[in-house]
């Protein structure tokens, strides 16, 4: 059996229980498998433009709950909503309102294809099926606003205290290191591959965002660093479409590099909110 505290963190004030204006809402959320509950009773409400960690431990369930809330595996029991949609009744819109920016083994990358192919690839999946091609002016007009978004989070680190993230950071994170993106992803760091299906889910503009399992990145920089390209990514969402703020819900088992980021960007990002969900076997 598992059970669930929901709390909030990351020095934000939970201002109303109104639920309307909630990107995801769950109630008594539970699944369960063959051995028995893979996780239970899930209360969790996330608000459009929040942060929301889900942690817990390996075989927690965690990978599978942000499944559920992305509509992509069925659950037994409970209410979830994404905005109006209900996620059980209504599973194939929730998938074109969340995207999935990490999840190991459904958006592993090819390491003989460039990042210029990757993005190609992700760009013809997002037009309609008679046009299965796209035009070196589309692929670049999308590696310069990639080019852009690293730039700016480049100008955000260098607005820091020397003590922390430094400039080299930011570049040393910036996988488009030619103009026409022909790097191959065998050729990439962990954290370069990361932050790649990161930007290929954010591609389609969708509302939310899920990523799951940041500890895969070993080392703890990395992880801090991570974290700190989501919430710089996010608030430039929010600068470029204040009416469409991205929401972010990521699963980890020690979110503790993102007290590290935060304590860095405080002056910088500013989620609607940051909201805790610890699950326990």
């Known amino acids: 059996m598992q059970s669930d505290s929901h709390t909030l963190a990351g020095g934000t004030e939970d201002t109303t229980d109104d639920t309307a204006d909630a990107a995801v809402t769950l109630r008594d959320w539970g699944m369960s498998g063959s051995r028995g509950p893979v996780f239970s009773d899930i209360d969790l ?37 994404v905005f109006d949609l209900d996620i059980r009744k209504q ?4 998938r074109e309102t969340v995207s999935i920016g990490h999840v190991a083994g459904l958006t592993d990358l090819e390491n003989d294809f460039t990042v210029a192919q990757h993005i190609a690839e992700r760009l013809i999946m997002l037009q309609p099926w008679y046009k299965p091609w796209v035009s070196k002016k ?3 007009e999308v590696i310069d606003l990639i080019r852009s978004t690293f730039d700016t989070a ?13 400039t080299s950071d930011a570049k040393s994170a910036d996988f ?59 608030e430039l969402r929010r600068d470029r479409h204040p009416r469409r703020p991205l929401t972010l819900i990521v699963t980890c088992e020690d979110s503790s590099e993102i007290d590290l980021a935060f304590a860095q960007l405080k002056t910088e990002v500013r989620p609607t909110s940051v909201t805790e969900l610890n699950l326990t076997p």
Do not use: C
């Open 154 to 166: 480049t100008e955000v680190i260098d607005r820091l205290p020397s003590d922390t993230f430094t």
């Open 45 to 81: 409400t996330v608000e459009s433009g929040a942060l929301a960690i889900i942690r817990g431990a390996a075989g927690s369930g965690k990978t599978s709950l942000l499944l559920s809330i992305a509509g992509r595996m069925r659950v037994d029991s409970g209410e979830g909503h």
């Open 91 to 94: 599973a194939r819109a929730v």
């Open 138 to 140: 589309s692929l670049r």
């Open 176 to 234: 488009l290191v030619d103009a026409d993106g022909d790097t191959f992803v065998s050729d990439l760091s962990e954290l370069q591959k990361f932050l790649l299906e990161f930007g290929l889910a954010t591609l389609a503009q969708k509302p939310i965002v899920v990523v799951d399992n940041i500890d895969f990145l070993r080392e703890r920089e990395d992880r801090a660093r991570a974290w700190a390209a989501l919430l710089i990514y996010q």
